[in-house]
C-alpha cells in the first residue's frame, strides 16, 4: 500500500502512521506548517512529509501526484477540541477542504479514500448503535462530519473512488489529548490528586488505540471495506467503574471526586459501537482488554513525566 495520511500528527493520525510502517507500508504525511509535531517525530525519517493543509490542500497537489498513492487515509480536522467543537466553524474548511483532498487524491491515481467520521453523527442514543441509526447530531461538530460523510460518498463514487467512513466512538491510549477523561485521570492520580467526576452513571464504548489504527487498515486492505462502519469495542463500562480502574492501576487508596461534578446540559449517558458490519467486511476484533489498554497508558503517562 502507498497510502497518505492526513492528521498524522494527531493522536489517530500518529498511532495509524506507525502500524502502516510496522506493517512494511510506504506512508506520506500531510503536515500543517506550524502544527505541533511531538507524536509524529520519532517517525519522521521513515516517511514522505508533505506539508500542507486541508483549507489549501490544492498547493500540495504537486507533492501528492509525486508519492503517488492509492490509499488516502482523511483523519485531519480543524477544530476538534474546546469550545470550537460545537460553532458553526466547524463546517468552514472541513467540509470543502475533504472534498477538494479527495479531488486531489483521485487525480494522483488514489482508488481507496478512508475518512474518519465520529459517533458525534448519531446524536444522543439508547443501545448500541448500528451504521443505518438515523443521524440526529446535536453539535455542530457532528453536522459537519455528517455533512462531509454524505458529500464525500457522492463525490466519490463520481470519481470512481472506493469510499469508507469510519465512524470512531471513544478511543484511548498513549498521547491521546489531554482534556479526555482517561488521560485527565491518569495526570490528577499520578500527581497524587483527587480528580472531581460526576457520579458516572455513564456507560462508555473505550477502544484502545492500537486496535482503531488495525480497523482502519484492515477496512482499506478489505475488497468489502466500503461505506460507512461503526468503530469501538462493541462493548460499554460504567465510567465510575473506569475511573476506579485508573485508580487502582496508581494507587488504590487515592481519592476519587464522584457525584462532585453535576452532569452537563446534554450528557450522553449511553455510547456503545455495533461493530457487526466492521467485523465481518474486514474481519476485524478488538485485541486489548480494557485493563490492559488502561495499564499500557499509564505506563507511557509515567515516562513522559
Known sequence: MRALVTGATGFVGSHLVEHLLDRGHAVAVVRRPGGDPRLLRPLLHRVVAIDGD????????????????????????????????DDASQVEGNVSGTLELLRVAATAGCGTFVGLGSQAEFGPRTGAIGEDAPADPTTWYGIAKACTHLMARRLADDLGVRFAWIRLFSAYGPGDHGGALIPTLIRSLLDGGRPSLTAGEQRWDFLYITDAAEALRLVAESPDGAGPFNLGSGRVHRIADVAAAVRDLIDPSLPLGLGERPYGPRPIMHLQADVGRLREAAGWEPRTSLDEGLRRTIQWHRRAA
Open 54 to 85: 486541508l483549507g489549501g490542500i490544492a498547493a500540495s497537489r504537486d507533492a501528492i501526484d509525486a508519492f503517488r498513492p492509492d490509499t488516502t487515509f482523511h483523519l485531519a480536522w480543524s477544530g476538534v477540541a474546546g469550545p470550537g467543537r
